[in-house]
């Protein structure tokens, strides 16, 4: 029995729902423990594609239990368009159940995000304009609506007519925006209630059942560290803890609860939105691997800026996560190149910089250092274990394990779930330890 954390370890788009979706076979429970509609997963099965949002990539495994966590900003609205869309793929959703502490997305929410971000002009964050930020901000400030509000009918009517007179305050006077009708939100959030209502659970007593019945549990999170609201490229983050430590507070679940830590990161890197990006190619190649990788979001459909692989931010991530391996997705995107770029360090005023700055000024100012690698110039697809692999892409992912000291356990060569190479399974497999008859690299951080 093992239970396991998936983190993103880069800015997110890692590939984190292909793997996620991977892993849950060997899953009794799959949580996933923060983010809300902003996120997206894209699994594909037998050449049909998955696009999830809220709910956990497990989902496709009808045995598996899906959670979504107390963490999560929960989007009625958005969470059942995505229901009625998994189902009508013949897909149940009877193992679904939702935190009856999530947190709820509200209209004024949405509102808020964007006319926000508008306002930014050019210190735009690069929102999703889902209204993420102002739900967590409602959390925090302790007037927010959960879940469980919205099963009591005169509780939630009162609830809502005093949120709204107030923030209606916000949105005429702030934003200059047309006032909501407390009514209608009422009648629209309590049809979403009676949809949802069979799905309510209290999320954390239900994994802690699973744990006592020693059931293996999977922890999914959204985004990347890079956007983690503490341990992020603050301030162009996300408002919640994506690290693998949110995974305990998103879940209601002890520390000690964790066997071990996987992270997913691309063979290169990607950011969406706003903020440095240190390894960001604008030319050919950076076109390229976007077109090539399909590097479009999810759930907003922007283009995601490319760029080699940071060894910086892998060892960063590495360090904040306690990361046991690492996935590596995408390697076949690189497979046409005559040679391929790694930074190992930063230039930071003329001097080497292997650790990331947490200061944003200082980050942003960040020059890669790089070392190059020989490409392989041959399609990787169809390569099912590390002995089909060529040699330069071998060496490619020797260089990387070695560079952000952890292991690799996965190695993804395509958006199909058989396009995987597996070299130790994170649920079955013993703790950081990799298949040794191959390369050095693999034993050296095994």
């Known amino acids: 029995m093992a239970n396991v954390i998936v983190i993103g370890a880069q800015w997110g788009d890692e590939g984190k729902g292909k793997i996620t979706d991977l892993l849950s076979k060997s899953a009794d429970v799959v949580v996933r423990y923060q983010g809300g509609v902003n996120a997206g997963h894209t699994v594909v099965v037998s050449g049909q594609t998955f696009k ?15 959670i979504i966590g107390s963490g999560t900003v929960i989007d009625p609205k958005g969470l059942i368009a995505e229901l009625d869309k998994v189902e009508a793929l013949g897909v149940s959703s009877a193992n679904l159940f939702i935190s009856q502490s999530a947190h709820v997305t509200m209209p004024y ?6 006319a926000a971000e508008e306002r930014r002009g050019n210190k735009k964050i690069g929102t999703t304009k889902r209204g993420i930020g102002p739900t967590y901000a409602d959390k925090s400030e302790r007037t927010g609506i959960r879940i469980i509000d919205m099963m009591d009918k005169d509780a939630f009517a009162e609830q809502l007519k005093w949120t709204i007179d107030a923030k209606n305050v916000v949105l005429e006077k702030l934003y200059d925006l047309e006032p909501l009708n407390a009514d209608e939100v009422l009648t629209e959030y309590l049809g979403y209630a009676d949809r949802l209502r069979s799905h309510i659970t209290d999320s954390s007593l239900q994994i802690y059942n699973a744990h006592q019945q020693k059931k293996n549990i999977l922890f ?11 341990h992020g490229t603050y301030p162009y983050v ?3 803890n994506p690290v693998a430590g949110g995974a305990c507070i998103g879940s209601g679940v002890g520390p000690t609860t964790i066997d071990r830590v996987i992270g997913v990161a691309k063979a290169y890197t990607t950011r969406v939105g706003e903020g440095p990006f240190p390894t960001e190619l604008d030319d050919e190649v950076g076109n390229m691997i976007c077109e090539i990788g399909a590097e479009f979001g999810t759930t907003t459909g922007r283009r995601r800026r490319c760029g080699w692989f940071d060894g910086v931010v892998g ?9 046991d391996c690492l996935a590596v997705t995408k390697l076949d995107v690189l497979d046409r190149l005559d040679e391929i770029k790694v930074c190992v360090a930063y230039d930071l005023d003329g001097e080497q910089c292997k650790d990331l700055p ?17 490409g392989w110039k041959t399609s990787t697809e169809h390569c099912r274990t590390l002995d089909d692999l060529p040699k ?14 952890a292991p690799i356990a996965i190695v993804s060569l395509g958006a199909s779930r058989d396009q995987t190479i597996i070299v130790e399974d994170p649920i079955h497999g013993p703790k950081r330890a990799l298949l040794e008859e ?3 690299a693999f034993k050296t951080v095994a």
Do not use: W
């Not at 999830?52 to 899906?66: A, K, R, V």
């Not at 060892?315 to 990361?323: E, P």
């Not at 947490?358 to 690698?373: D, E, V």
């Not at 330069?392 to 000291?405: C, R, S, V």
């Open 392 to 405: 330069a892409a071998l060496d490619y992912l020797e260089f990387l394990a070695k560079l952000i000291e």
């Open 109 to 114: 929410h949405r509102m808020i995000d964007q």
């Open 52 to 66: 999830l949002h809220l709910i956990p990539s497990g989902i496709l495994y009808p045995d598996t239990e899906c």
């Open 315 to 323: 060892r960063y991530a590495v360090r904040i996560n306690g990361l």
């Open 358 to 374: 947490s200061n944003a000024q200082q980050f942003a100012k960040c020059k890669p250092i790089y070392k190059t690698l020989p």
């Open 238 to 240: 996300t408002s919640s």
């Open 438 to 440: 191959h390369t050095s």
């Open 220 to 230: 999914e999170g959204a985004q990347g560290t890079l956007l983690d609201l503490d």
